[in-house]
């Protein structure tokens, strides 16, 4: 089974910087596909980040130039670093697993940015 846990959220002021994390354990993290995702209040979950197994990276327009998706395969962890964090970025945030069994989530970690 696999498991996939975030951390790192959290309120920070607008122009402030975090770093989400992300551990996955029961699967060979290392041939996944991971992304980040978020759910702003009251609007669906959209994807933020993508990286390959590879480490080819992809972005919504919305980050780039702002956000910074990362992987240590040694560690099993995904990471986005945050800066230059805006009220809009307000949301919960997923961290997403793409196994050979489907798609792993985690439980999501709130990020609250406040102006």
């Known amino acids: 089974q696999v498991h996939v846990v975030e951390s790192g959220g959290g309120l920070v002021q607008a122009g402030g910087s975090l770093r989400l994390s992300c551990v996955v354990s029961g699967s060979l993290f290392r041939l996944n596909a991971m992304g980040w995702y978020r759910q702003p209040p009251g609007k669906q979950r959209e994807v933020v980040a993508l990286?390959?197994?590879?480490?080819?990276?992809n972005y919504a327009d919305s980050v780039k130039g702002r956000f910074t998706i990362s992987r240590d395969n040694a560690k099993n962890t995904v990471y986005l670093q945050m800066n230059s964090l805006k009220p809009e970025d307000t949301a919960v945030y997923y961290c997403?697993?793409?196994?050979?069994?489907?798609?792993?989530w985690g439980q999501g970690t709130q990020v609250t940015v406040s102006s």
């Open positions: 990286i390959s197994s590879s480490g080819s990276t």
């Open positions: 997403n697993s793409k196994t050979p069994f489907g798609d792993a």
